[in-house]
C-alpha cells in the first residue's frame, strides 16, 4: 500500500510540477509580449507628437480654470463687497456704527476689481482658453482614431509620417492663431493706452 501511495503521490507531484511549469512559459511569454506591445504603444505615442498635443490640451485646460476661477472671484469682489458697501453707505451712520477703515479697504477693493476685471477681462480669456481646449480635443481625438486604426492593422490605416506631418501641420496652425490672439490683444491695450 505504501509503495502505491508513494507511485501516486510522485505521478501527482510531477504533473503538478508539469502543469506549474507551463503555467510559468505562458505567463512569462505574455508578460513580455505585453512588455513589447507597451514599449510600441509608447513609440507611436512619442513619433506621431501625440504627447506633445495632450501636454498642449492640458496646459488649455488649467488655462480655461485659472482664467474662470479669477472671474468669479474679481465678480465677487465687485458684485458682492459692492452691494455690502452700497448698504453700509445707505443706513444712517447714528444707527449703525462702521469702522471708516473696512468701508474704505472695501471700496478699494471694489474699485480694484472692477478695473482688473475691465482691463485684463478674464472671463473673455476663459473662453479663448475653453475655445482653444475643444479645438485640441477634436484634435486628439482623431489622432486617437488613426492610432487605433493603425494598431488593429486596418486597411485604412495611416503611416507614421501621416499622422506625425497631419499632427505637426495642426499644431502648427494653433500655435500661429494663438501668438495672432496675443498680438491682437496687444494691440488693443496700445490703443486703450
Known sequence: ????LLALSGGFLSTVFLLLSAAEAVFSFNLSEVVKRRNQAESLLVD????ELRREYRRQISASRVFRATSALLFFFQIVLGGVLAAMSSTSSDSV???DHAVRWMGLF??????MREYYRPYTGYLHALTLALDLSKLLRRVEND??????????KKTVQEVRAYVSSELDTYYYNELKAKLVS???EAHVQ
Open 48 to 51: 506621431t507628437r501625440y504627447s
Open 186 to 188: 496687444k494691440q488693443r
Open 147 to 156: 492610432l487605433y486604426l493603425m494598431r488593429s492593422e486596418s486597411p485604412e
Open 1 to 4: 500500500m505504501d509503495a502505491e
Open 97 to 99: 456704527l462702521v469702522d
Open 110 to 115: 471694489v474699485i480694484a476689481a472692477t478695473l
